[in-house]
T-cell receptor, first 112, second 111 residues
């Protein structure tokens, strides 16, 4: 989607290795979110950010950390990847006062 | 956030109206009803939202019952490209609110 990009789009990594996913926006929106999507579970919130250096946990935050040192970038880190973290990860942004969330195209992560 | 209930799947013939129901009987006064859809493995796409009045935009119409316990998303002339998973979400309309997704309704449009 215009204004939000996720990288990488696909990644295969080994169990126990650290992995960082990047969400980059050009909309200068304050709020950013990380979701994961798995078959049978729909989208579940991992972490979110309401400003630079301001983050909070979502429903499934265990095993994940985030950082937001600039408005435009929200990083999701798996400190030591496990097979249960194989999933599709979506980033979303929302501006103050706007109604709709804009989602990125997703990152497909496979942990082997 | 209020929990929503949707049928797991629905079928619709191309060119006909698709009416997707959603129950949200525990919705609170400050929560809006949002609809998103997800086509194949793309990111979810915003469709429409409303508080208590019916809403219409270029994509769809949203009908909310007077007691706000249920709503219906209407795609007036469904096309094959409308085949997707549709999510109904009840959430406060505050920028920091995180959306809580359920399993949605898989709409299959056929010719």
């Amino acid at each position: 989607d215009a204004g939000i990009t996720q990288s990488p789009r696909h990644k295969v990594t080994e169990t126990g290795t650290p992995v960082t996913l990047r969400c980059h926006q050009t909309e200068n929106h304050r709020y950013m979110y990380w979701y994961r999507q798995d078959p049978g579970h729909g989208l579940r919130l991992i972490h979110y950010s309401y400003g630079v250096k301001d983050t909070d946990k979502g429903e499934v935050s265990d095993g994940y950390s985030v950082s937001r040192s600039k408005t435009e970038d929200f990083l999701l880190t798996l400190e030591s990847a496990t097979s249960s973290q194989t999933s599709v990860y979506f980033c979303a942004i929302r501006g103050a006062g706007s109604d709709g969330y804009t989602f990125g195209s997703g990152t497909r992560l496979t942990v082997v | 956030d209020a929990k929503t209930t949707q049928p797991p799947s629905m079928d619709c013939a191309e060119g006909r109206a698709a009416n997707l129901p959603c129950n949200h009987s525990t919705i609170s006064g400050n929560e809006y009803v949002y609809w998103y859809r997800q086509i194949h493995s793309q990111g979810p796409q915003y469709i429409i939202h409303g508080l208590k009045n019916n809403e219409t935009n270029e994509m769809a119409s949203l009908i909310i019952t007077e007691d706000r316990k249920s709503s219906t998303l209407i795609l007036p002339h469904a096309t094959l490209r409308d085949t997707a998973v549709y999510y109904c979400i009840a959430a406060a309309n505050q920028a920091g609110t995180a959306l809580i997704f359920g399993k949605g309704t898989t709409l299959s449009v056929s010719s």
